[in-house]
């Protein structure tokens, strides 16, 4: 019997190979094997190709089963074979947008580094033998055990130990691909997480006016990107561009290249499963070295800095803290390097970290927000793509169009003047001249409007670019958390512990959709403005260029 699955987001391709799948869709698969975080399968209009494996659940044919004492089902088949749950693409999908989630921040376990440029610098790369964690950056607070196991209510141990290996009746996702299993939210779920939290890696999560939100970092700051200058190695074989970064906390300046970013970044989604981390700016294989691309990318990198330095979680994170504190000391970045790639704190492991308010939240509330900001997310990508579209064609025709059509009239305007000079009339002279000049007014309005695009336009397209990739990481946020409310709602007679450790999910998952909105209503606000403040800088410029044109007529009486 051919293998089919369940469509849970909509994903349109973009790519040759790829094919569109639209939510509730039955799609058939031709293999269960991930390449590279895709399935290959055939869609209900008969057209086959690759899509997002984490945008599918795969559908298998129920177990049949015996009911223990507790009310749970045991199956009598065997344990599906262990599966690796690491992952790992070269080719990352989240670099493609929203259609394709997989890479994203949702899949906290997955190793998602975006690959590099070219090789680590010899000062950067780490070969040897790991070797003991070292105590990190600054003194460490002392470390104490963590386990999913929460406070006792009622009863003796001996309930407890009961209670505890019930939770291993919780029946397990068969889909070992989804993303629930492969963040970790599923182990924690289960009470199978277990690590050493320090005081520094806690993180919290309050009660605020309209619902849980991130505890606000008491020491913000900002970090400024430099232009970039090209640099060599090897002797000029090799060359580079380095990025000088200056955090306003230490006021120290960094060098960093781009392949030092991709790594945080690998490091930070493999650390954070439901924390929207925002995407790097593409790479590029040819042209790096153009003027227009290192622009673009470091505009990029701008905005990728300012929402992680804005993000109460992400900013103090201590890998990310190395990442702008550690300069040219070799062997201090080496140590924090390795303590990063040997963090326990992944996967199941992050939600130990994370406090909540004392009062649980309601899990029909939650899954009726989440289905909301679904519905929202899905919405503001259309939209995305729609103003996207709409202004880079505006922007063409400026640079284009426009240009071309002033010039054309402002070089009409200069012959008209050529054809009157050949009166040799002197009461002409003057209107001559003035008609030369509303010639040459006209091209240089053809200039205003080419080099305008970038001023009021690129901005907003790259605004809009950074927010795909925030809307690409929510559809693998948002499958953790249904894939924990579901598991509860499966074992309505298993409570406790498994609904304590859902209602950590379910307020981290929140409390980041609220991180989202309000940095949206910033960000939108912040660059709307700038946008119409240049429109009307740019009309006013158009507008003295006329005037001036204008007053020659005058003049030249």
Known sequence: MALRARVLYDFHSENPGEISITENELVTLFSEEELEGWLEGENSRGEAGLFPASYVEIIRDKITSNTNNNGFSSPKTKALPPTQTSFTSSDSPSQRGLG?????????????????????????????????????LGSSPPL?????????????????????????????????????????????????ASAFVKDGDRICVVMGKHGPEWQEDPYPFTCT???????????????????????????VQVNRRYKHFDWLYARLVERFPVISVPHLPEKQATGRFEEDFISKRRKGLIWWMNHMTSHPVLARCDVFQHFLTCGADEKAWKQGKRKAERDELVGANFFLTISTPAVPLDLQEVESKIEGFKTF????????????????????????????????????????????????????????????????????????????????????SDLLDLYRGHLANFPDIIHVQKGALTKVKDCPKQEGELHDRCNIISCATLAEIQHFHRTRVRDFRSQMQHHLRQQISFFQKITAKLEDALQRYDDEQ
């Open 377 to 460: 997310t899905k919405k503001m990508d259309e939209n995305i793509v729609v103003v996207n579209t709409s202004i880079n064609e505006f922007a063409r025709k400026q640079m284009s169009g426009f240009k071309k059509e002033y010039q054309k009239v402002g070089q009409s305007f200069k012959l008209l003047a050529q054809a009157f000079e050949l009166d040799q009339q002197a009461y002409s002279v003057g209107l001559n001249k003035a008609i030369s000049y509303t010639g040459e007014a006209y091209e240089a309005i053809g200039e205003y409007f080419a080099e305008q695009p970038r001023q009021d336009l690129d901005p907003i």
């Open 225 to 251: 990107i430099d232009d970039p200058t090209k640099q060599t190695k090897f002797k000029g074989m090799k060359s580079y561009m380095s990025y000088g970064l200056t955090p306003t906390h230490t006021n």
């Open 144 to 192: 104490y055990p963590v386990t999913t196991s929460l406070p006792a209510r009622r009863g003796n141990s001996q309930q407890h130990q009961q209670q505890a290996k019930s939770s291993a009746t919780v029946g397990r996702n068969l889909n070992r691909f989804s993303t629930f299993v492969k963040s970790g939210g599923e182990a924690f779920l289960l009470g199978e």
């Open 100 to 136: 394709a989630g997989s890479g994203g921040s949702g899949g906290g376990s997955f190793h998602t580094s975006q690959g590099s440029d070219d090789d680590w610098d010899d000062d950067w790369d780490d070969s040897s033998p790991a070797t003991d964690a070292p105590q990190g």
